[in-house]
């Protein structure tokens, strides 16, 4: 028997024990924009054992242009294990999460052409697409031959090019940082060792040594990291850099010419970093802690440790006076300097903190005029630092409680970069193994929608750093050893991430020619770290329209009109509103959506400010008007598509268990008025207290449909900001005389790539009513409460048929 084969998109985290999403395809599909990577995932399973042999492309046929086959890739999705969920000092849980561990998780991209599947067991194959720069735009089809040792299974891929070119990463805007131990130490801690010689046995600079630092060159460019981390100390001893008895520095920048001009050649970069590690270290380590530490080069010639002086001595007043005059007079020479950027010391906090960054910051600047200057701020200190720094380069979650201090550095024209180091948590955006592999892709939405241009994470390869030991899970590494090729294993973060980027130039680009546009599209999907839409299906209709937009493309709606409100003429999937003002405009306005034309719920506000606006909706109606006063409102345009299905609970009255106080549903409408909550701060959703742990609740939602009808489906909307408040077990009953109600299935958790569904499919049946009952048992100090929200129900269970085998 032939494995069973379908496609994911690149959104969704697929595993050992996953079926089909309610997403799933026959065929991959793909936006993307020219000089753009796109991937999907072909998925495999079967009840024997098989093996993946290889995966055979031809070439992609357009209207006037192909794609060449070459152009298409693809790495077996291998697993990492996880001993146990992201959790931040102990107590600080991570959600919402793909999965519960320990287990294995979907976090590797293998470098092995073949790969032998287990019975019972889905493996997914990651297909990528690079769209050249010269291509030309429009429509292209090809096909993906997987050959397995039980036939060849076939796929169809359809790739729509937008006329848009992303730059290359060494021409961009955007700069995306992250650290390693590969060129030498940039830790203050030695014992974690020279990373390439530990996992790889190669000597610094042997001719193995060096093919490994150009596949990892390699690896960088067609990911978009585009800064090289160069850790001074290290590669001016490599040298020969040496102090006498005197005190007197020789400088030689052979092994850093070496290496800077290996990156620059290959087009990979078009940022350095000076890194040179100062900070307070431990009292084990610094005889006067917490005065800070300043390293230099070692009086042990040939030593990779450097020395360390306290930052205010006389012996660092030399260092100062002879390092950095010499350092800018090299890269002068060099014509380099343009690109250069320098730390002074990372997450600078406390008085001695800000003591220590502060002198040394003065230093520098002393002896080095012009220096761009760039350190993490963090905690209490971060506004201190970030004042006196070039490039503002807040921790994500300390930018996201005070966004106001950092977006002012930003007005004065410093750029802003975001920052992760195991913060923040929670259900902020970041780049942990158990976190949806979106994440990072949206985190890079959130940075054109703040006005932030770069992107700093702290560990690319820190290995040394075990995934056991690691509390929240993969922030040590987003890349793996691969020791067998004498290169790097990517990973999905790591693509997310680089997709993100891509997505960030596609916005920045329609930012040149409607900057409103742009912003509007990427916080319609974030809006902050901790709140963002974490459904996929929306977040790629956004992408399709800021694609277009950037082509120069009409957006293309599915109704417009001049008066405020509009008859979309069936039940739609409402992904926004583009609203388009005369001289003047409403300060402040509220999109409105109904099934029926009479009942009306808030789903969007509004602040005009001229020109064009566009407001995010994600949600269903047949009906939509905007509530303004004042401004002139010369026309609006509804953007989305019209269902295929009727919702046949749309607008529908229903009776309920009554709420808590504190969370109502007064009207007895938010389970079906067609709008998605976020959070109960919203009023979107209405909520059941649990006030004590062992309590329980029971609650049950009856929809009249007001006549029988076909129902195959019915989806519940799930909490979405915190899994805690979704309900232990959801069961869907049905009833023609709303007296005698049969039970047609149940559910315990979400399912999809987005995890914010219950969708329950069953054979289609006569009910003009639906009842949807809720369990909830208070287990601990989270699990307080449970919310519901949007309740939908359908004919059919819609699925895509699935690839065709030879």
């Not at 993490?376 to 200190?381: F, I």
């Not at 388009?580 to 409403?586: K, V």
């Not at 402040?588 to 602040?607: H, L, N, R």
């Not at 929200?789 to 359908?794: M, S």
Request: aromatic content about 10%.
């Amino acid at each position: 028997m032939r494995p069973s084969v379908w496609t994911e998109t690149s959104y969704n985290s697929v595993f050992k024990d996953s079926g089909r999403s309610p997403e799933a395809r026959a065929d991959i599909r793909l936006d993307t924009a020219k000089n753009d990577y796109e991937a999907a995932q072909i998925v495999l399973r079967a009840p024997a054992s098989f093996t993946v042999n290889k995966v055979d492309f031809t070439p992609l046929i357009g209207r006037s242009d192909a794609i060449p086959a070459r152009e298409l890739s693809y790495n077996p999705v291998g697993y990492e294990y996880l001993n146990h969920n992201s959790v931040f000092g102990g107590n600080q849980d991570v959600y919402p999460t793909t999965h519960a561990a320990p287990g294995d998780f979907p976090d590797r991209l293998l470098n092995q052409k073949s790969i032998a599947v287990p019975a019972n067991q889905t493996q997914s194959l990651w297909i990528r697409v690079h769209v050249p720069a010269t291509a030309k735009g429009g429509l292209y089809a090809g096909l993906a031959t997987v050959r397995t040792t039980k036939g060849d299974l076939r796929v169809p891929i359809t790739v729509n090019a937008r006329n848009v070119v992303i730059p290359p990463a060494n021409q961009s805007e955007f700069t995306n940082v992250m650290w390693t131990n590969f060129l030498g130490l940039t830790s203050w801690d030695p014992g974690k060792g020279d990373t390439v010689k530990l996992f790889y046995g190669h000597d610094r600079y042997s001719p193995q040594w060096w093919q490994l630092i150009d596949n990892w060159a390699d690896l960088m460019k067609q990911n978009r990291q585009n800064s090289l981390q160069l850790p001074l100390i290290n590669l001016l001893t490599d040298g020969g850099s040496s102090v006498d008895a005197a005190g007197k520095y020789t400088f030689n920048f052979s092994r850093f010419d070496q290496v800077v001009q290996r990156f620059v050649d290959k087009g990979t970069v078009d940022r350095l970093e000076g890194f040179t590690g100062a900070g307070s270290q431990n009292e084990a380590r610094n005889p006067v802690y917490p005065k800070w530490l300043i390293e230099v080069t070692p009086k042990n010639t040939g030593s990779q440790i450097p020395d360390y002086l306290p930052w205010d001595s006389p012996e660092a007043d030399s260092w100062y006076s002879q390092f950095y005059p010499a350092l800018k007079a090299h890269l002068d020479a060099k014509g380099w300097t343009s690109m250069y950027w320098m730390h002074v010391g990372d997450e600078a906090n406390g008085p001695a903190g800000e003591e220590g960054w502060t002198g040394i910051e003065a230093q520098l600047r002393k002896y080095f005029p012009g220096v761009k200057i760039g350190d993490t701020s963090v905690n209490g200190s971060g506004p201190l630092i970030a004042r006196n720094s070039d490039i503002v380069i807040p921790n994500l979650f300390n930018y996201t409680l005070d966004p106001g201090t950092y977006d002012a550095e930003r007005a004065k024209g410093k750029p802003l970069w975001f920052y992760n180091c195991n913060i923040p948590v929670g259900n902020h955006l970041n780049r942990f193994v158990d976190q949806p592999e979106w994440s990072q892709r949206q985190t890079m939405w959130l940075a054109y929608g703040r006005g932030a241009t770069g992107y700093l994470h702290w560990a690319y390869g820190n290995w040394q750093y075990a995934m056991d030991d690691q509390d929240v899970k993969g922030d040590g590494y987003i890349v793996r050893p691969d020791v067998a090729n004498n290169t790097l294993e990517s990973s999905p973060r790591y693509e997310s991430l680089r997709d993100g980027m891509e997505d960030w130039e596609v916005l920045n680009k329609l930012g040149k020619t409607n900057p409103d546009l742009a912003h509007d599209l990427a916080t319609s999907l974030v809006q902050r770290s901790d709140k963002y839409s974490p459904d996929v299906s929306y977040m790629q209709r956004i992408r399709a329209i800021a694609l277009d937009a950037a082509a120069g493309l009409p957006i293309k709606p599915i109704a417009h009109g001049s008066q405020r409100q509009i008859d979309l003429g069936r039940q739609a999937q409402v992904d926004g509103v583009l609203l388009h003002w005369g001289s003047t405009h409403a300060d402040k306005y509220q999109v409105q959506i109904s099934f029926d034309g009479i009942k009306w719920a808030d789903v969007a506000p509004g602040t005009g400010d001229g020109g064009d606006d566009f407001v995010g909706v994600n949600s269903k109606a047949r009906y939509l008007r905007i509530d303004a006063t004042g401004g002139q409102l010369l026309d609006f345009q509804v953007i989305g598509n019209r269902l295929p299905q009727q919702n046949l609970a749309g607008g529908k009255s229903y009776e309920r268990t009554d709420p808590s106080a504190r969370f109502p549903d007064a009207n007895k409408t938010e389970a079906t008025d067609g709008v998605i909550g976020d959070d109960w701060g919203d009023g979107k959703s209405f909520g059941y207290e649990l006030l004590n742990v062992g309590d329980s609740v029971h609650p049950e939602v009856t929809i009249d449909l007001e006549h029988a009808q076909t129902v195959g489906t019915v989806r519940v909307h799930a909490y979405e900001e915190y899994p805690d408040y979704r309900p232990d077990l959801i069961t869907v009953s049905t009833s023609t005389d709303g007296t005698h109600f049969t039970e047609r299935g149940h559910l315990s958790s979400v399912n999809g790539a987005s995890h914010i569904w219950y969708d329950l499919g069953f054979a289609p049946a006569k009910a003009r009513w639906i009842r949807v009952s809720f369990d909830k048992t208070r287990t601990n100090n989270k699990n307080t409460g449970m919310f519901i929200d949007e309740i939908e129900a359908y004919q059919h269970f819609a699925q895509s048929g699935m690839a065709t085998v030879s």
